[in-house]
């Protein structure tokens, strides 16, 4: 299947003929007397609204193994927890601050540790020691739009005994598929273009390796940080449009791009490819687009404060991946876990801004961003 009808068609038809996936809410079901428990227990170890869900994720991922999680941290904090004590990971400067906020301060706590590179195309195997256990990456990164090879650095990792895994949530797996590019398993913030209206929280890790896959589950049922049976209902019915919501986002992003390029008021604009002929390279190599999202460094004569107070369709607010358009500034929101030195190694100035593209007419995004640089220009 294409992925437009896998995407519709995933959840399979219920036992009742049913094209839409029943809710079931029950924490617990019963059991059988002898023989071992049942299919389903207890909600926490598995539900069968939940087991739909990570269905249709894996399959959207081209994974054998999918696993829901109660936001896109707990993805994140599960698949870090197969690591080992004195495990060390390699992450990239530039990284989501609720993953660097863990790296930083939660692996300490487990007696492991992690290295983060300015430059991930930069990583070799000097790089590694005995204890590197992990790769973690985000390509494009957040808010940096930074492009790393991901087949050359599964390579890489694996030659050195570690795993490579990728957060996918800016690509999502309509333009972009890690695990076929050699990653071990591919988490996602389900919150964002997953569920696709800014209403949920979720997560997802998926894996075609059924010893992590294994682990996962474990960590999922141990951890306890699972989805709702009523938010995994919502999650798969907001999957089921992600393809139409991407396009349009897509196509939004280009042409802002485009009509930014020229203005006086932007000095820089940041998007997967635009680091470098390299990056760019890479890009149209392992993804089919570069998303719906993009920084930008407003000129020297234009007041930051003002340009984001004018705006009146862009919001000011943290997250991306819905429908409505967002704007954010990445040092104080985002990313406020950074400390000044690690802002700088990253890359994110105080000055840059990040723009989420929803689904709005693309004449009034384009409008809402020129009247506010008027508005700010000094």
């Given at each position: 299947m294409k992925f437009s009808t896998l995407a519709v068609h995933a959840a399979g038809i219920g036992v009742l003929g049913d094209v839409v996936p029943s809710i079931h809410t029950s924490t617990t079901f019963k059991q059988p007397v002898t023989g071992g428990p049942g299919t389903w227990?207890?909600?926490?170890?598995?539900?069968?609204?939940?087991?739909?869900?990570?269905?249709?994720?894996?399959?959207?991922?081209?994974?054998?193994?999918?696993?829901?999680?109660?936001?896109?941290?707990?993805?994140?904090?599960?698949?870090?927890?197969?690591?080992?004590?004195?495990?060390?990971?390699?992450?990239?400067?530039?990284?989501?601050?609720?993953?660097?906020?863990?790296?930083?301060?939660?692996?300490?706590?487990?007696?492991?540790?992690?290295?983060?590179?300015?430059?991930?195309?930069?990583?070799s195997d000097a790089d590694f020691t005995p204890e590197t256990a992990m790769v973690f990456i985000e390509s494009p990164t957040n808010p940096t739009l930074r492009v790393y090879d991901i087949a050359r650095l599964a390579d890489l990792a694996h030659r050195n005994g570690a795993l490579l895994v990728v957060d996918n949530t800016f690509l999502t797996p309509y333009l972009q598929n890690p695990l076929d590019l050699g990653a071990d398993i591919v988490v996602h913030s389900a919150t964002k273009y997953l569920a696709g209206h800014a209403d949920l929280i979720a997560g997802v890790a998926v894996t075609n390796d059924d010893d992590l896959a294994a682990e996962l589950g474990f960590a999922q049922n141990t951890l306890g940080a699972i989805l709702s049976p009523t938010d995994s209902f919502r999650l798969i019915q907001g999957v089921k449009t992600l393809a139409l919501r991407m396009e349009r986002q897509q196509?939004?992003?280009?042409?802002?791009?485009?009509?930014?390029?020229?203005?006086?008021?932007?000095?820089?604009?940041?998007?997967?490819?635009?680091?470098?002929?390299?990056?760019?390279?890479?890009?149209?190599?392992?993804?089919?687009?570069?998303?719906?999202?993009?920084?930008?460094?407003?000129?020297?004569?234009?007041?930051?404060?003002?340009?984001?107070?004018a705006l009146g369709i862009f919001t000011y607010a943290v997250s991306l991946g819905g429908v409505e358009s967002l704007i954010c500034k990445p040092a104080s929101m985002t990313h406020e876990a950074f400390s000044a030195e690690d802002h700088a190694a990253a890359g994110i100035p105080a000055q840059l801004l990040r723009l989420a593209v929803g689904v709005e007419d693309i004449d009034d995004l384009i409008a809402d961003l020129d009247q506010a640089l008027s508005k700010a220009r000094k």
């Open positions: 227990e207890y909600q926490r170890g598995a539900n069968p609204t939940r087991a739909v869900a990570q269905q249709v994720l894996a399959a959207l991922e081209n994974a054998q193994h999918g696993f829901m999680f109660s936001s896109g941290m707990a993805a994140t904090a599960a698949a870090l927890s197969l690591l080992k004590q004195g495990a060390h990971v390699i992450a990239s400067a530039a990284v989501y601050g609720g993953t660097y906020r863990f790296l930083t301060q939660e692996l300490p706590r487990r007696s492991q540790s992690a290295t983060f590179l300015a430059d991930l195309e930069e990583l196509s939004n992003t280009v042409r802002l791009l485009e009509w930014l390029g020229t203005h006086p008021g932007v000095e820089a604009l940041y998007y997967p490819g635009s680091h470098s002929p390299e990056e760019a390279a890479i890009q149209a190599r392992q993804a089919r687009g570069i998303g719906a999202v993009f920084s930008l460094e407003l000129a020297p004569d234009v007041d930051q404060d003002a340009f984001v107070s």
